[in-house]
């Protein structure tokens, strides 16, 4: 769907099923309530650069997913992933979960997972009331 780059390494991010994408999408949507009302912002990129997230409600979401969800977010997003390396293109993941690169550390793992939510749940959270123009992303 997307190339990206982070690090200096080139990525390509890709598509969910429709099932995969509300598994993930119905996982997140305590994160997707915590960041609403910020503003009237409702794209993950105008929120996180607005400045008009309360971090602890973001920070309460995020610890109170179990390691179960969280795996299945995670897993199931790097599933696709690919990593961009001289011409040869590999999945960023292996069959189980784990990641092929061992230098994939978690600041990346977190980015190319956010990348695929971006990518994957847009539309899934409503505009932005009052005729903003603020494109709806999860």
């Known amino acids: 769907m997307a190339d990206i ?4 390494k080139a990525f390509i991010t890709g598509r ?14 305590p994160l997707f309530a ?4 910020n503003g009237g912002k409702s794209d993950l990129a105008g929120i ?3 400045g008009d997230v309360d971090l602890s409600k973001v920070a309460s979401s995020i610890a109170n997913l179990s390691d179960a969800d969280c795996d299945y977010v995670l897993d199931t997003c790097l599933s696709v992933v690919k990593y961009r390396d ?4 590999c999945n960023v993941a292996l069959p189980g979960g784990q990641l092929r690169y061992d230098w994939i550390d978690m600041q ?5 997972a956010g990348a695929v939510v971006q990518d994957n749940l847009a539309g899934f959270m409503p505009t932005a009331p009052s005729g903003s123009n603020d494109a709806a992303v999860a």
């Open 5 to 8: 780059e982070i690090g200096g």
């Open 16 to 29: 969910l099923s429709a099932r995969q994408q509300f598994h993930v999408a119905r996982r997140l949507a």
């Open 34 to 37: 915590a960041m609403v009302g």
């Open 48 to 50: 996180a650069s607005s």
């Open 86 to 89: 001289n011409g040869t293109v």
């Open 108 to 112: 990346m793992m977190l980015r190319l």
